[in-house]
């Protein structure tokens, strides 16, 4: 990996963070606050969050074996990758690579802010050649995003290739572990020590069961997660959602039952659709969906929608022709779904 000083944006790098009022007084024992402006009566929202999370981060470091430190808490994972951009990407100079097809927000948040997005192809069974990923970089790429269970195809990748790219790459690799809840393999925030150059996103918007809080977690060297610290807005996870977080925190047997549940139904759904005879094929997932090739799935997913049934059609995206993706429901979704298809003509 080249020093950090090398992949930091200069200006990132010189920045004087926003210094809050609550920064200021940090460890000492105080209980009267009139140093942030904010209005003096409780109704539970009326004081600003803990700007660095760090009860939260204290629940989450056990569960996910990452020292509090190597922790960034952000509004949602998308906030974290827009802010591997603006801590390391140099505006009109810099580049990042991708695999082809993966989750859209990288390209977004890399033209948002004008950076070359350059995406290589995944191969025809959705692995990708290390070689070729590595072979797109140039000396003003900064990071490869891997998105593993890749979203839209479902697959993990092998952690060779994962480790490949990792090993041969000079620059950041985002790690986007984002359905690994849902996977057999060892994920990769366990191996910070391992890689400095990595930064693992997770979400809570999944398996957790709470994308309406908007949280997300980077997991990264401590020298990274100081820069992501850096340019965050200064109360980027709100109480409510702090709140929110602990108390789901604090119940992981919830999580257990959820993820068994969608995993089994995961089964009998790809099972069932593997029979229709409008579903050509269906792709192995290690993911909560999976994406079924069909007759023709522009006309389908029309028919779904008139039903009240909205899947995602991915028929446009490159190497998803004909291709729907299907979010795993509860057994009463998966079943209305099978029989509008079974009904289908
Ligand atoms: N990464 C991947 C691979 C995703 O599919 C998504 C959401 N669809 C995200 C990140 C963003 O998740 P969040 O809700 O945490 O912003």
Not at 100 to 129: H, I, K, W
Not at 130 to 141: F, G, I, K, Q, R
Not at 164 to 188: H, I, K, M, W
Not at 299 to 326: A, D, M, Q, S, T
């Amino acid at each position: 990996m080249k020093e950090l000083k090398e992949l930091v944006r200069p200006n990132i790098w010189a920045l004087k963070p926003y210094s809050c009022a609550r920064d200021e007084f940090k460890g000492v024992k105080a209980d009267v606050f009139i140093d942030a402006n904010e209005n003096p009566y409780n109704n539970n929202v009326n004081r600003y969050p803990d700007p660095l999370q760090e009860k939260v981060k204290s629940l989450i470091s056990p569960l996910k074996g990452v020292p509090a430190d190597n922790i960034f808490l952000g509004n949602g994972s998308d906030e974290a990758i827009d802010i591997v951009f603006r801590v390391f990407c140099c505006p009109g100079v810099d580049n990042v690579v991708a695999i082809n097809p993966t989750y859209g927000m990288y390209q977004v948040c890399a033209e948002t802010n004008d950076v070359e997005y350059r995406s290589v192809l995944l191969n025809y069974d959705y692995s990708f050649s290390p070689e070729s990923l590595l072979a797109a970089c140039d000396e003003n790429t900064k990071v490869i995003f891997i998105c593993s269970p890749n979203n839209p195809t479902g697959n993990a990748f092998t952690r060779e290739s994962i480790e490949t790219v990792l090993n041969g790459f000079e620059g950041l690799v985002v790690v986007d572990e984002a359905y690994s809840d849902f996977c057999g393999q060892r994920p990769f925030r366990l191996d910070l020590d391992r890689y400095p150059n990595i930064i693992v996103l997770n979400t809570f918007s999944k398996a957790w069961g709470a994308a309406g809080i908007r949280l997300g977690m980077a997991f990264a060297s401590k020298e990274i997660i100081g820069f992501f610290n850096k340019v965050k807005y200064p109360y980027n996870v709100n109480v409510l959602t702090q709140k929110k977080a602990v108390e789901i925190l604090t119940d992981t047997a919830v999580l257990q039952r959820h993820i068994a549940m969608i995993l089994e139904e995961r089964s009998s759904i790809m099972q069932a659709f593997s029979v229709l005879p409008i579903c050509e094929r269906i792709y192995p997932t290690d993911a909560n969906f999976f994406l079924a090739k069909m007759t023709d799935a522009d006309k389908i997913y029309r028919y779904l929608v008139e039903k009240g049934i909205i899947v995602r059609n991915r028929n446009h995206v490159v190497l998803c022709e004909n291709c729907l993706r299907v979010t795993i429901g509860t057994k009463e979704e998966n079943s209305k779904l099978l029989s509008a298809l079974r009904q289908y003509k």
